[in-house]
T-cell receptor, first 116, second 111 residues
Framework: EAGVAQSPRYKIIEKRQSVAFWCNPI?????LYWYQQILGQGPKLLIQ????????DSQLPKDRFSAERLKGVDSTLKIQPAKLEDSAVYLC??????????????FGPGTRLTVL | GDSVTQMEGPVTLSEEAFLTINCTYT??????LFWYVQYPGEGLQLLLK???ADDKGSNKGFEATYRKETTSFHLEKGSVQVSDSAVYFC??????????WGLGTSLAVNP
């Protein structure tokens, strides 16, 4: 079974530029998550999708971050414009959505963003 | 509210030493408990999980038992290897499919 795919793996941009990340979840997984992980910290949930609807985006900085999940499969996360403090690893995860608390999240390799 | 408290690192051990990383939680309802591992430069991988009280999760020689009476899910391994060097995260799974994460414990194993 293929895992969660993410691209690009690395991205370097200058502040005020735009950037987009792509995620392809495990086939059939209904729930998709985007996390931000700053070096030395645990993951911080940015947005959670159930199929193509948003379940939780309370920690997404909506003035600069946006995310969509068209057709309930692939997802993109965009930052526009980027700030220095956005330098982090952006992780995508998916889960089957079949059970609630026991639902296991499977993570992609992440995209390491550096904002100069 | 729901929370996870994880033993602070870094932890440094010699190869073949015994490992314990403590994790305690506060939660309402019936959460699941997870240990994830992050090897250098890689994404998070599920190491093991337990979905109800007294369940034991195990994988790659690691074990953790869901203890409701002490609200704990400590990670143990009898003999660590250099290849176990990584950051370990304890996480609480809630009914809304969210995970509450600990801060992570960095483990370095020396040959």
């Amino acid at each position: 079974e293929a895992g969660v795919a993410q691209s690009p793996r690395y991205k370097i941009i200058e502040k005020r530029q735009s950037v987009a990340f792509w995620c392809n979840p495990i086939s059939g997984h209904a729930t998709l998550y985007w996390y931000q992980q700053i070096l030395g910290q645990g993951p911080k949930l940015l947005i959670q999708f159930q199929n193509n609807g948003v379940v939780d985006d309370s920690q997404l900085p909506k003035d600069r971050f946006s995310a969509e999940r068209l057709k309930g499969v692939d997802s993109t996360l965009k930052i526009q414009p980027a700030k220095l403090e956005d330098s982090a690893v952006y992780l995508c995860a998916s889960s089957s959505g079949s059970q609630a608390s026991t639902d296991t999240q499977y993570f992609g390799p992440g995209t390491r963003l550096t904002v100069l | 509210g729901d929370s996870v408290t994880q033993m602070e690192g870094p932890v440094t051990l010699s190869e073949e030493a015994f490992l314990t990383i403590n994790c305690t939680y506060t939660a309402t309802g019936y959460p699941s408990l997870f240990w994830y591992v992050q090897y250098p430069g890689e994404g998070l991988q599920l190491l093991l999980k337990a979905t109800k009280a007294d369940d034991k999760g195990s994988n790659k020689g690691f074990e953790a038992t869901y203890r409701k009476e002490t609200t704990s899910f400590h990670l143990e391994k009898g003999s660590v290897q250099v290849s176990d060097s990584a950051v370990y995260f304890c996480a609480l799974g809630l009914n809304n499919r969210k995970l509450i994460w600990g801060l992570g414990t960095s483990l370095a194993v020396n040959p």
